[in-house]
């Protein structure tokens, strides 16, 4: 099943059906990248009218998820195991959120990547964040 | 104001204005600790039965916030700067999460604290986080 | 091996041959705590006269190491795979740094820990470190 | 003082000045980017042979402290706030490591910048850091 590529659209689909509650949407998965956007509404937003910060974390996580999926395949037990997010300017309250990760290692039993987040109205990172999946050992004959 | 403290009922009441949409509720703030804890519902499981990470790192965020607030006043203004959070064991799907907050450090500019996640009907942490607040210079006279 | 405790003087002669130029010494280690110190010299000191930040890092890794090591036992290549720092308080140029960690998780791939550092003279906290370290695959038989 | 341009030169000659015991070389210096340099010796090595974490640790901070001072000018004191790495892939024991930095904020109060760790010979990534570094508030007149 790893043999060939997993498509942005079945990335896509397979986030619909195993989280039908996200507010992400994908929109670039390949290669150990993707792109995800989110719509922001009055609700995500905090005192000061900014995007509040577990809105950012969410989008951060879910691009981290869908660039490691492009990679292994859909593997739905891949799971966070640290976050590190630095929030670095107030966000547009009237833009969708873009999250922009590329892995910068996919090993074994972890993968690590980088996602930059946007304003899509902006050309500013307004927070930057490292996180690290979980990769389950699903694979059974001649691994090392 | 800061002279007299800011309780538990006073934080509570300001996040349910503040933050509408915010499903934290405030157990304990006081000294620049707290407590807070947060329903779990369908809508918050991931696929394996267990609590996604966005949520725990929406409570470490909330704890954080709620344990500032508890020295430095209701400062709506203050923001989130970082988070780091480790994602430690698998949350229960039927119990709230409880986030315990602690913080090392309250200066001018920033607080710095600790939190520990649980599942309400388990003693093991299921997570832990380290954030740092940003304080806005709201104070005028005799500051340097 | 694993089967009888590993002791304080065990770890600390293991880090003197294995890591002959750390300046650190083993004070406690047990159950996935220790407490490590190190002397500050002149040349551990930035402009301000304080403790450079790699000083303090390097003590928080060496906890960490200890106190995996005091579970897992003598495992020479268990390595971190992340770290993360936040600096609380200028340390005394005069003063040894302590570092003290207390696992919170060991798994089989996996221990994380967290490291509160001070300097010997002073009560108040410097830097807080949590960190992970990887644990080899080592274990044959009758592992889960 | 900001409004001309501080060179790699000057701050090479700082840091030899401020920071004699310092293992790394400024190879480049620009616009809020950087790259260090540092030979490793048989001392910076642990077991399995492969570069310990605070060498790259503090290979990473001198990075983050470059470019800032790219950016501010020489400001001595200028300190880290937080480091957190993510320790890649096993470093070569014989070649130097470099660190290349780019900021993503400068602020008033605040630098954060990401750090991308090499082998010199060899071009896969073996570490990656995000830092802050504080700006201590030394212009008096005209700043809000």
Tied chains: 1, 2, 3, 4.
Excluded: W
């Excluded at 619909?16 to 990248?33: D, I, L, R, S, Y």
């Amino acid at each position: 099943m790893e043999a060939r590529l997993t498509t942005r659209e079945e990335i896509a689909e397979f986030l619909v059906t195993a989280f039908p509650q996200t507010m992400c949407q994908v929109v670039e998965a390949a290669n150990g990248a993707s792109v995800v956007s989110r719509e922001i509404s009055r609700a995500d937003l905090r005192p000061g009218g900014t995007v509040s910060g577990p809105v950012l974390m969410a989008v951060a996580d879910v691009a981290l998820y869908v660039a490691t999926l492009s990679v292994i395949g859909i593997v739905p037990l891949t799971v966070t195991t640290s976050l590190n997010i630095n929030f670095l300017r107030k966000p547009s309250s009237e833009a969708r959120i873009l999250g922009k990760c590329r892995l910068i290692k996919v090993g074994k039993a972890l993968a690590v990547g980088e996602v930059a987040l946007y304003s899509e109205d902006g050309p500013e990172m307004v927070a930057h964040a490292v996180g690290t999946y979980s990769i389950p050992p699903r694979r059974q004959a001649g691994e090392p």
